[in-house]
């Protein structure tokens, strides 16, 4: 893990395309919710299950030849405070594929200390949206390629227009009046280099994800995007990806055993994309 922290990191911008076409490989990214230092899940982050440890978690799916993991500390923002730096520090002493954390990155500093304790990237949401210079700041001093822009998006209805997408925090208890795709583009000029888009409304349903959503905002962007919310079965997974997905997150087909990363990635290969070969 690189903890890289210097301001004379690059700036990049990068669009992973089919793996066929370009030789860049697709991301399977197991994502572990933390509350109170343990891995939680729900269903649109309501009725919170303990699911165990993080760093033995990501250790397990790393095992299994996860790409990558996204860690979410799902309270800090809300309860605003810092990330818990133990299991992020625990993890990358483990954990030797990249890792992403976000919850409570408000400020260049605690970014740095996500970055010392082993994280690759951090992901902002909450705080870039009050201060959307945050991203800026993040990519001038880390690089774009450190900073994950997290987006929940919540379908607008009852409306006879187009459909429409609303930017909410607090696990989607709070609407903020955004439009989807306005804000990633804004926030893609900012400098993330990263977006990390979850539909709210299919979190936790393994209904499939948002792929109108996903269509929407990978046409209009150049950085990867993260599927997230509504993985239940490996077509889902494989959909998001013909959708214009450069990685699928998921968390419950994980953690339950419904599948493991190996034959996510099987399928995955199956359907034509190109994925990290596992070692050993």
Not at 61 to 67: I, K, N, V
Not at 131 to 139: G, K, M, N, Q
Not at 245 to 262: D, M
Not at 267 to 279: K, P
Request: glycine share 10%.
């Amino acid at each position: 893990m690189s903890g890289e922290t210097e301001a004379s990191l690059p700036k990049i911008t990068v669009r992973v395309e089919r793996g066929g076409e370009s030789g860049l490989t697709f991301r399977v990214i197991p994502c572990l919710d933390v509350k109170d230092g343990r891995v939680v899940k729900g269903i649109q982050f309501k009725n919170l299950r303990d699911l165990g440890d993080p760093a033995e978690s990501a250790r397990r799916y790393a095992e299994q030849g996860a790409d990558e993991i996204v860690f979410l500390d799902i309270t800090a923002a809300p309860e605003g405070r810092d990330t818990d730096l133990d299991w992020v520090r625990r993890t990358a002493e483990q954990v030797f594929i990249p890792l992403s954390v976000g919850g409570g990155v408000r400020k260049l500093d605690d970014a740095a200390r996500l970055l010392r304790a082993g994280a690759d990237k951090v992901a902002t949401n909450t705080a870039a949206i009050e201060r959307p210079e945050l991203l800026t700041e993040l990519a001038e001093h880390f690089g774009s390629q450190c900073v994950v822009l997290s987006v929940d998006a919540k379908r607008l209805t009852g409306s006879d227009q187009p459909p429409a997408w609303d930017v909410v925090t607090h696990g989607g208890r709070k609407a903020r009046n955004m439009d989807v795709l306005e804000w990633i583009e804004r926030g893609v000029e900012l400098g993330a280099g990263e977006i990390l888009l979850t539909s709210i409304d299919a979190d936790g349903t393994r209904d499939g994800y948002d792929l109108e959503l996903m269509r929407r905002v990978t046409r209009q962007v150049s950085v990867p995007v993260i599927a997230s919310g509504g993985a239940g079965n490996l077509d889902h997974l494989a959909d998001a990806m013909e959708a214009g997905a450069s990685a699928v997150l998921a968390a419950s087909i994980f953690h339950e055993g419904t599948y493991t990363v190996a034959e996510v990635k099987h399928r995955l290969r199956q359907r034509g994309f190109a994925m990290r070969e596992e070692i050993g």
